[in-house]
């Protein structure tokens, strides 16, 4: 057998981002050859990769990537444990898929997945090494894309320990008239923290509307209300369901007083789309 040193392992570990012990087992196993070792690390990656295949990746972190205030995106970049988001190489992970997202300007999730890196490797691999040196299932979550008007981002941290694991993407059609970036700002906050479902009450699908419907007619019902007042109170039940989950309809977080339809309003700005992305909720 091959006398395997420690600049050996280092070089194959630099090459191929596979841990220590492996290396060294690979080298071992390949009696020295370190393009035959390279090699056979290879192979272990893609049958480790299938063995973690079924396994759930439901930690993480969120990203986003801004081109000025005209367009940007945000991605979710998905682990199975917390222990391996906050690595150094998952972190690297996520930000090197964000530059090569900052320089290609992908259309959807394929479309960043096939993209290529600077290291002539395209982010679908760079994800298959690092999982297979993390021993994790990796996996590019969910993706949205903004192109045109006012585009604005915010990350939320719920743990100083670990990376960003909610986030919003939100467009706005203009600047508008007022202070644009502080208005953008502070919908993106209330979108991350309160997490709307639909911009305005015209967007909530007609079949949602029956179900919110019936259910509130059924609770009213067996409140035992009496008949003549039903339609009234079934309306204020369902208002309140879309104070919920309507973002213009929400009370602005920072100011209760006035809703979000009012803040816009007041900056001559509409919301045109956004995206929340919060690990571990699909």
Same mark, same amino acid.
């Given at each position: 057998m091959s006398n395997v040193t420690a600049a050996d392992v280092k070089r194959l570990r630099a090459q191929t981002g596979a841990g220590i012990l492996d290396c060294k087992k690979a080298l071992e196993e390949c009696d020295g050859d370190?393009? =035959?070792? $390279?090699?056979?690390l290879r192979v272990?990656? $893609? @049958?480790?990769? #299938? @063995? !973690?295949?079924?396994?759930?990746?439901?930690?993480?972190? $969120? =990203?986003t990537v801004l081109d000025g205030t005209e367009s940007g995106l945000i991605f979710e970049l998905n682990c199975e444990t917390d222990f391996v988001a906050k690595t150094e190489?998952?972190?690297?992970?996520a930000a090197d898929i964000a530059s090569a997202a900052a320089v290609t300007k992908p259309a959807d999730r394929l479309a960043l997945l096939s &993209?290529?890196?600077?290291?002539?490797? &395209?982010? *679908?691999?760079? %994800? #298959?090494d690092a999982g297979a040196s993390l021993k994790e299932k990796l996996e590019l979550g969910r993706f949205a894309r903004f192109d045109g008007g006012y585009v604005a981002s915010y990350l939320h941290?719920? #743990?100083p320990s670990l990376p960003p694991t909610l986030g919003a993407l939100v467009q706005l059609d203009s600047a508008g008239s007022g202070n644009t970036a502080e208005v953008a700002k502070y919908i993106a906050q209330q979108i991350a923290a309160t997490g709307p479902q639909y911009v305005r009450r015209e967007d909530v699908p007609a079949d949602v509307i029956e179900r919110? !419907?019936?259910?509130? /007619? *059924?609770? &009213?019902? #067996? /409140?035992? @209300?009496?008949?003549? %007042? %039903?339609? @009234?109170?079934v309306e204020g039940r369902l208002n309140r369901f879309y104070s919920e989950v309507v973002l213009a309809e929400q009370k602005f977080v920072r100011d209760d007083k006035k809703t979000i339809k009012k803040l816009l309003d007041e900056n001559s700005v509409t919301v045109r789309g956004f995206a929340r992305f919060q690990v571990g909720q699909g």
């Open positions: 370190f393009d =035959a070792a $390279v090699e056979a272990k990656g $893609v @049958k480790d990769a #299938d @063995k !973690r295949a079924n396994r759930t990746a439901a930690n993480g972190l $969120v =990203a190489l998952f972190q690297r992970l &993209t290529e890196t600077p290291s002539v490797r &395209t982010v *679908q691999q760079l %994800i #298959d941290r719920s #743990d919110e !419907r019936r259910i509130a /007619e *059924q609770i &009213t019902r #067996d /409140e035992g @209300k009496p008949e003549q %007042i %039903i339609p @009234k109170i």
